[in-house]
T-cell receptor
Framework: GDSVTQMEGPVTLSEEAFLTINCTYTATGYPSLFWYVQYPGEGLQLLLKATKADDKGSNKGFEATYRKETTSFHLEKGSVQVSDSAVYFC?????????????FGQGTELSVKP | GAVVSQHPSWVICKSGTSVKIECRSLDFQATTMFWYRQFPKQSLMLMATSNEGSKATYEQGVEKDKFLINHASLTLSTLTVTSAHPEDSSFYICSGGSGLYGYTFGSGTRLTVV
């Protein structure tokens, strides 16, 4: 079945370091791909998305490119801040894009030290 | 963008009692909403898909009689944890919106059963 695999955390970086969180997926067809962020004690917030191959999603300095050939959607940020400390989830929509279920990766905890 | 309001944020209840969690779509009509459960340091587990005007669809292994879902209107879905026990203590999150553009999540409800 469809699935999402993320690199394991926790990831600990110093402020202004470069961030990469790897995400790969297996799916039939062409799913939409998402990155969500969860701050402690809160729900999930949509960070960015890509709906077709070669699309690049970007928001708040974060970027991810939908790579069909490698079935990947890696999250990157050039210079992380302490406020970026959170758990990041990669996800795809399975089934109908309008009403399909989200399939999540296991989440990657990011801790940014000053 | 789509806004989902979830209430309460946290609740403590005695073992054997029932707890109702509400999830409202504030600026869109939600024919479908999803309910998740999240354990500490883990990803989200889809419990059920709530369908307006019809029965919810539960994921395998989720007890329908324990986790009652009602979706009586296009803006409100509720999850009732019946006869709660300490093992039901968890973080519950709802979501709605468009799978194509990225679902919106509620802020979550922390349930503690004592």
């Amino acid at each position: 079945g469809d699935s999402v695999t993320q690199m394991e955390g926790p990831v600990t970086l110093s402020e202004e370091a470069f961030l990469t969180i790897n995400c790969t997926y297996t799916a039939t067809g062409y799913p939409s791909l998402f990155w969500y962020v969860q701050y402690p004690g809160e729900g999930l917030q949509l960070l960015l998305k890509a709906t077709k191959a070669d699309d690049k999603g970007s928001n708040k300095g974060f970027e991810a490119t939908y790579r069909k050939e490698t079935t990947s959607f890696h999250l990157e940020k050039g210079s992380v801040q302490v406020s970026d400390s959170a758990v990041y989830f990669c996800a795809l929509v399975w089934g109908s894009n309008q009403g399909g279920k989200l399939i999540f990766g296991q989440g990657t905890e990011l801790s940014v030290k000053p | 963008g789509a806004v989902v309001s979830q209430h309460p944020s946290w609740v403590i209840c005695k073992s054997g009692t029932s707890v109702k969690i509400e999830c409202r779509s504030l600026d869109f009509q939600a024919t479908t909403m999803f309910w998740y459960r999240q354990f500490p340091k883990q990803s989200l587990m889809l419990m059920a898909t709530s369908n307006e005007g019809s029965k919810a669809t539960y994921e395998q292994g989720v007890e329908k009689d324990k986790f009652l879902i009602n979706h009586a209107s296009l803006t409100l879905s509720t999850l009732t944890v019946t006869s709660a026990h300490p093992e039901d203590s968890s973080f519950y999150i709802c979501s709605g919106g468009s799978g194509l553009y990225g679902y919106t999540f509620g802020s979550g409800t922390r349930l503690t059963v004592v």
